[in-house]
């Protein structure tokens, strides 16, 4: 298994994580503490850490996932081969004229079954 691989099966496992971190959130705040009678001043074991345990979990997997992103840049197959342009490479003068074409030149007659049934 290459590299590369790894690195990709890394990334889906982490964007998988990340989406489910953030489904559990609750867009107004409440999320998962909510569902366990938050909101008031009573807590059962801890809830109101819940949202700071998300948000810290969102932000680790997220900068995790970018990381893994820029690493997998190095190990893609065939990335490590000559980048330069032979473009604007100086000694490869090996350009052959164009031939000369006028472009005024049409044909004269196109031999087509639509023009020989229209005769």
């Not at 807590?43 to 996932?65: C, R």
Request: no cysteine.
């Amino acid at each position: 298994m290459s590299t590369f691989s790894i690195f990709l099966i890394l990334i889906v496992i982490v964007a998988f994580l990340l989406v489910v971190v953030i489904m559990v959130q609750n867009p107004k705040g409440g999320g998962l503490s909510s569902s366990f009678g938050g909101g008031g001043t009573q807590q059962l074991g801890g809830v109101k850490k819940t949202t700071d345990f998300l948000d810290k979990s969102t932000w680790t997997l997220a900068t995790l996932l970018i990381i893994l992103i820029l690493l997998s840049n190095v190990a893609i197959p065939g990335a490590g081969g000559n980048t330069e342009s032979k473009a604007l490479d100086e000694n490869s003068t090996t350009t052959q004229p164009l031939p000369e074409t006028d472009a005024l030149d049409e044909p004269a007659e196109l031999n087509t079954p639509a023009n020989d049934s229209a005769q």
